[in-house]
C-alpha cells in the first residue's frame, strides 16, 4: 500500500478524527483528567496566572480553569451530539417525506424557509427568551435552528433517488411508500447526512458558547467553556489567560470537527472520489 497516497487522500479525515477522538477522551475520562473540582471556589486564591497546582490559573472566584475547561468538554459534547441526534431524526423524517410526497414537500419547506429566514443565534436567542435557560431548552433551541439544514439536504438527494431504476422497479413490483423511503431511498441518504451532521456539530459549539456568553444558554453554575467566556470578559486586560484558554478549547473542537467533516465530504461524495 502507497501509505504516502493514503494518508494525502485522508489526512483531513484522520488529523480530524484525532483531534475529535482527543475531545471525546477528555469529555470520558473528566474526572480523572481534572486536578480540582471545578465548583470549588477559593476566594483566597482568586485571579492566580498559571502555576504547577492550577494549570491555567484561577478564575475570580478561585476555581482552577483547567478543570472547568477539562468538564465543559463534557458539556460542550453532550450538547453537541444530543442536537445531532434531535436534528439528525427530526430532520430525516421531515426530509424524506418532503422529498417523497409533493404535497408534503410545499408545506414543510415553508415552515423550513421560514425557519432560516432567521440567523441560527437569533433563532436560538428567541427560543431560549421565551423557554428559559437550561440543557434541554438549550438543546431543543439549537435543534430547531439547525433543522432546516437537515431537511434540505436529506430532500435533495430524495428527490434524485426516487428517479432511480432500483425504486422504479421497486413501485412496479407494489412495495409500499413506507418501504421504498425505508429500504432503497434513505440509505441513499446516509453519507451527505453525515456530512451535514459533522458540520452542525462544529456549528453547535459555536453556537452553545455564544448563547451562554450572551447570558441566555446556561446558567452560570455549570462549567461550560461559554460561561467561562462570559465571566472572564471583564478580566480580559488583567488575566488574558481566562480568555484565551477556553478559547483554544473552541477553536480545537470546531477546528476538528470542520476537518472531520471535509474529509469526509471527500471520501464519501463519489463525485469527489474519482481514485
Known amino acids: 500500500m502507497n501509505w504516502r497516497k493514503f494518508f494525502h487522500k485522508y489526512a483531513s479525515v484522520l488529523i480530524g478524527g484525532v483531534l475529535f477522538f482527543t475531545i471525546v477522551m477528555v469529555a470520558i475520562f473528566a474526572p480523572l483528567i481534572a486536578t480540582h473540582d471545578p465548583a470549588e471556589m477559593q ?21 482552577d480553569v483547567f478543570s472547568r475547561i477539562v468538564y465543559g468538554a463534557r458539556i460542550s459534547l453532550t450538547i453537541s451530539l444530543s442536537v445531532l ?43 431560549l427568551t ?45 412495495a409500499s411508500h413506507l418501504r421504498i423511503m425505508v429500504k432503497y431511498i434513505f440509505p441513499l441518504c446516509v453519507s451527505p447526512l453525515i456530512i451535514r451532521l459533522t458540520l452542525i456539530m462544529a456549528l453547535t459549539v459555536l453556537n452553545e458558547a455564544s448563547l451562554t456568553f450572551l447570558g441566555v444558554g446556561l446558567s452560570p453554575d455549570v462549567p461550560s467553556w461559554g460561561v467561562i467566556l462570559s465571566e472572564a470578559r471583564q478580566f480580559v486586560t488583567t488575566s488574558p ?16 470537527l470542520n476537518m472531520l467533516g471535509d474529509g469526509l465530504r471527500d471520501v464519501l461524495d463519489p463525485r469527489l472520489n474519482t481514485n
Open 43 to 63: 476566594m483566597t486564591l482568586r485571579l492566580q496566572p498559571p502555576s504547577r497546582e492550577h494549570l491555567c490559573g484561577t478564575d475570580e472566584f478561585g476555581r
Open 130 to 174: 421565551i423557554m428559559g435557560s437550561g440543557i434541554p431548552n438549550l438543546v431543543l433551541a439549537l435543534s430547531i435552528a439547525q433543522l432546516p439544514r437537515v431537511v434540505r439536504t436529506v430532500r435533495t438527494t430524495v428527490i434524485s433517488a426516487k428517479q432511480l431504476e432500483h425504486v422504479e422497479a421497486a413501485r412496479a413490483m407494489g
Open 241 to 256: 489567560y481566562l480568555i484565551i484558554l477556553p478559547g483554544v478549547a473552541i477553536v480545537w473542537s470546531v477546528l476538528a
Open 85 to 127: 441526534a434531535l436534528a439528525g431524526v427530526a430532520g430525516s423524517i421531515l426530509g424524506l417525506l418532503s422529498g417523497y410526497f409533493s404535497l408534503a414537500d410545499t408545506l414543510i419547506m415553508r415552515v423550513m424557509d421560514g425557519l432560516m429566514a432567521f440567523p441560527t443565534v437569533i433563532l436560538s436567542l428567541v427560543i
